[in-house]
C-alpha cells in the first residue's frame, strides 16, 4: 500500500476491520488469562456495547475514555465507540490520578469505563462534562449491561480524514496532549509496519509489553494482529517475571518489549531463564536500546532484536531495523512510505554523520493536538512534523538516536548524549538501569550526573561506585564521566516507560544507602 488515496470517501476503520473479524470467524483474536475469543466473538461484543453506548446518549464526535488494563472490555469498548463514529480516548493506567483527572476534563469525555478500583481512586470526578461512569466489576459490571444487547446496531458512515479516535502524550514536559487520530492511521501503520516491514502473518501470536493505551501498544497487540488475522494476548504484567511467565504461559511468536523489560529479563536469567523457543521475532521501541542490551540478548537468545521508533503524533513505527539487516544501536532506516530526514536549525539536510533533527512525513501524522494551537503550530510544518529528536544519519541510511532536543546538553563547550554515556554503565555488571542527566554546578559549569539502579546481589558502596567509574574512563572521553554517581532503588519512569528526567533534575529522588 503506498497511499490512503484508495480508501473509499465512506470509511470506517472499525467496520473495515469487524468486516475482516467476520471473514476469520472462529479463528483466535485475544487471549486473555484462562480464556480466548474468536473474531467472530469479538465482532458480535463490539456491536452490542456500541448498541449500549448509543442508548446511553454517547453520539458521533462524543468522547468517551476508557481507564482499563488490557482487557477484552478495552477492547470491545474501543472499536464500538469507533463504529459509532465517537472517539475513544485511553487513558494509561500508569499516569498519577492527577493527570487522569486533567485529561477527563481536556478531552470532556461524556463516558469513562473503568474498574471499581480505579474509581475509588480517583474519589470525586470534577469534570462537568462527564454523564456516565460504567465498570468492567462491582455490583453492575460492565459485560452484564452489555449481554442484554439485542440487533446490532449500523456504524456512522465516517470519512478516512475524519477523527476516529484521541491518545494522550505520556507528558514528561508539561500536561499531557490529546493526539487526535483519523480513521485512515489504522490502515496506514499496518500496511507499512506490521506487514511491510515485520511481515506479520495469520499464525502469529503477538504478546506486547506496552499497553493499548500507548501508541506502540494500541498497534502491537489491537489493529496490527488484526489486520492480518493474528492471536494476540491482553497482559497485565507488571515486571519481568511477569512477562517471563506470560511468554512460557501462551508461547508467542512475536515479542514487542521494551528496553527496560529486555534488561529486566536478561538481569534475572540465573533464577528465571526466558523460554524463548516460541518466538520468532522480537521488536523493541518507546527509547533508545542500548547496544549493550542488544548484544546480551542475541548471545543469550540467539536473536536479534529489531529496534524502531515511532511517536505518539505518527502512531507507531517510521523507522526500524528489519529482521537479518539490524545494526545495533540505531533506529534502523525509514519505513518505507515515510519520509525521514535529518535537518539542520534551518530545516536543510545535514551531511551523513552530522547530528541534527529530526522531521517525518507520513499519512499516519495526526490531525492536531487537541485544544494546543500553538504546539501543532510548533511541530507540523504543512505534512511535516518536527519530533524534537535529536539523530545522525550514517552514510548507509541508518539512524542514531542522540536524544531529545531538550536531553542532549554541553559541558566545557563539548555535546553530550545522554545515551552514550547510559549504554556505557549498562556494560558493568552491577548496573541494572542507568539515566544520565546535568547537574548545573553554578551559572558558567555544567557536570554530567549518573543514577543507576543495581542488580539483585549488589550494593551501593564507594568501592562500587569507582569500579563503575573505572568502566566508564576506560570508554569515554574524560568530559563525559559523570563526577557523580547516584544510586536508586529504581529509575523514575514516564507512563510510556521513558526515563522521567524531569524528575531526575529535580533531585527529589531518596538514594539507595
Known amino acids: 500500500m503506498e497511499s490512503v488515496s484508495a480508501l473509499p470517501k465512506i470509511f470506517n476503520i472499525a467496520a473495515y476491520f469487524l468486516d475482516l473479524a467476520q471473514q476469520r470467524g472462529e479463528r483466535i483474536a485475544f487471549y486473555y488469562q484462562d480464556q480466548f475469543y474468536t473474531y467472530a466473538q469479538v465482532r458480535t461484543w463490539v456491536q452490542r456495547i456500541a448498541k449500549l453506548l448509543a442508548e446511553l446518549g454517547l453520539d458521533r464526535e462524543n468522547r468517551i475514555a476508557i481507564l482499563l488494563p488490557d482487557t477484552p472490555e478495552f477492547v470491545f469498548t474501543f472499536w464500538g465507540a469507533i463504529w459509532l463514529g465517537s472517539l475513544p480516548v485511553p487513558i494509561n493506567t500508569a499516569c498519577t490520578a492527577d493527570d487522569i483527572q486533567y485529561i ?32 468492567i466489576d462491582g455490583d453492575r459490571p460492565l459485560m452484564s449491561l452489555v449481554v442484554q444487547q439485542g440487533d446490532s446496531i449500523a456504524c456512522a458512515a465516517t470519512s478516512p480524514e475524519e477523527p476516529a479516535f484521541w491518545l494522550y502524550t505520556s507528558g514528561s514536559t508539561g500536561r499531557p496532549k490529546g493526539v487526535i487520530h483519523l480513521h485512515q492511521s489504522m490502515v496506514v501503520c499496518a500496511e507499512l509496519y506490521g506487514k511491510g516491514v515485520l511481515g506479520l502473518r495469520e499464525n502469529d501470536i503477538i504478546y506486547s509489553v506496552a499497553k493499548m493505551p500507548f501508541a506502540y501498544g494500541l498497534g502491537n497487540t489491537l489493529y496490527m494482529p488484526m489486520a492480518v488475522g493474528a492471536a494476540a494476548i491482553l497482559s497485565d504484567a507488571a515486571n519481568a517475571f511477569d512477562v517471563i511467565a506470560d511468554i512460557e504461559k501462551y508461547q508467542p511468536t512475536i515479542l514487542f518489549g521494551i528496553p527496560g523489560i529486555y534488561a529486566g529479563i536478561l538481569a534475572v536469567h540465573e533464577i528465571a531463564p526466558l523460554n524463548s523457543s516460541s518466538l520468532r521475532l522480537c521488536v523493541s521501541a518507546a527509547e533508545q536500546l542500548p547496544k549493550t542490551i542488544w548484544l546480551k540478548w542475541r548471545q543469550t537468545h540467539g536473536m536479534e532484536i529489531c529496534e524502531g521508533i515511532g511517536t505518539t503524533e505518527l502512531l507507531h513505527i517510521f523507522l526500524s531495523n528489519t529482521p537479518s539487516e539490524c545494526r545495533p544501536g540505531t533506529s534502523g532506516r525509514p519505513v518505507p512510505g515515510y519520509d525521514v530526514q535529518v535537518v539542520d536549525e534551518q530545516g536543510i539536510p545535514t551531511q551523513p554523520g552530522e547530528i541534527g533533527y529530526l522531521q517525518v512525513s507520513g499519512e499516519s501524522l495526526m490531525l492536531g493536538y487537541w485544544n494546543r494551537l500553538r504546539e501543532t503550530r510548533n511541530a507540523l ?6 519530533t524534537g529528536d535529536k539523530y545522525v544519519c550514517d552514510a548507509d541510511g541508518y539512524f542514531r538516536f542522540m536524544g531529545r ?3 542532549f546538553f554541553k559541558v566545557n563547550g563539548m555535546w553530550v548524549s545522554p545515551f552514550e554515556v547510559e549504554d556505557v554503565l549498562l556494560q558493568h555488571e552491577s548496573v541494572l538501569d542507568a539515566a544520565v542527566v546535568p547537574e548545573a554546578q553554578n551559572e558558567q559549569l555544567t557536570r554530567v550526573t549518573a543514577y543507576v539502579s543495581l542488580k539483585a546481589g549488589y550494593e551501593a558502596s564507594n568501592d562500587l561506585e569507582n ?14 564521566v559523570p563526577k557523580t554517581i547516584h544510586f536508586l532503588k529504581t529509575i523514575p519512569r514516564t507512563p510510556t516507560g521513558k526515563v522521567h528526567r524531569q524528575a531526575l533534575l529535580r533531585n527529589t529522588l531518596v538514594e539507595v544507602s
Request: without cysteine.
Open 405 to 407: 532536543k531538550d536531553d
Open 381 to 386: 510544518y504543512g505534512t511535516t512534523m518536527q
Open 467 to 480: 569500579s563503575i567509574r573505572q568502566t566508564l574512563k576506560a570508554q569515554l572521553q574524560s568530559f563525559k
Open 104 to 135: 477527563l476534563q481536556d478531552s470532556r469525555a461524556k463516558i469513562l469505563v473503568t474498574t471499581q478500583a480505579w474509581l475509588n481512586n480517583l474519589g470525586k470526578i470534577e469534570s462537568p462534562f462527564l454523564q456516565h461512569v460504567l465498570t
